[in-house]
């Protein structure tokens, strides 16, 4: 299956600095991105929806400015958490949409998830 | 408004046992519909999904869904759990967005 890579896979990092995790489809051009934020032992939670080439479109309540997200190519989307706080610790996930051939396809695959600490 | 139900929270089966995982949703039109599972600090992946056609399929590791239309369900299922099964399982549905239940724990005794 089409697989999609997330890097960093856990970070630390001091409370009021920048960190980035990035995302990429690694055989399959994804022109729409997610990224979702996970707490222990709930659900996905969806922060953003990434375009290709445009601007990212948040969910209410999320912060578009402290969560910055671009997607600058087809295979990858980078989402940098800005002026980090301890309450950002989480888990990030994100997924690429796999339009398979011709697009008659539509599957979003999951990356592995960036564990963000924030110290 | 779009939502989706895993109306169990936690299940605990024993080695051997069938499974049944239910997923009831809420949505505008037929979604494309998804299972997934996640082990303990990892990302999800994907078993199985259903787009259209035979609204029974197949995923992997030993795991089928059935589509109920009328029913608004996409249970899962499996003959015969492996403790290696143990894992949270999610269901998701959507178009061009996706929505996720809250998952369901399995543990799996021996």
């Known amino acids: 299956g089409a697989v999609v890579s997330q890097h960093p896979s856990w970070v630390i990092c001091k409370s009021g600095t920048s960190v980035k995790i990035e995302c990429r489809s690694l055989?399959?051009?994804?022109?729409?991105m997610f990224w979702y934020r996970q707490f222990p032992k709930q659900s996905l939670m969806l922060m953003a929806t990434s375009n290709e080439g445009s601007k990212a479109t948040y969910e209410q309540g999320v912060e578009k400015d402290k969560f910055l997200i671009n997607h600058a190519s087809l295979t990858l989307s980078t989402l940098t958490v800005t002026s980090a706080h301890p309450e950002d610790s989480s888990f990030y996930i994100c997924s690429a949409r796999d339009l398979g051939q011709g697009g008659l396809g539509n599957t979003i695959y999951f990356g592995e998830g960036s564990w963000l600490t924030v110290v | 408004a779009q939502s989706v139900t895993q109306p169990d929270i936690h299940i605990t089966v024993s080695e051997g046992a069938s499974l049944e995982l239910r997923c009831n949703y809420s949505?505008?039109?037929?979604?494309?519909l998804f299972w997934y599972v996640q082990s303990p600090g990892q990302g999800l992946q994907l078993l199985l999904k259903y787009f259209s056609g035979d609204t029974l399929v197949q995923g992997i590791k030993g795991f089928e869904a059935e589509f109920k239309r009328s029913q608004s369900s996409f249970n899962l299922r499996k003959p015969s759990v492996h403790w290696s099964d143990a894992a949270e399982y999610f269901c998701a549905v959507g178009v061009n967005q996706f929505y996720f239940g809250t998952g369901t724990s399995l543990t799996v005794i021996p």
């Open positions: 055989d399959f051009q994804a022109t729409t």
């Open positions: 949505y505008g039109a037929t979604p494309y």
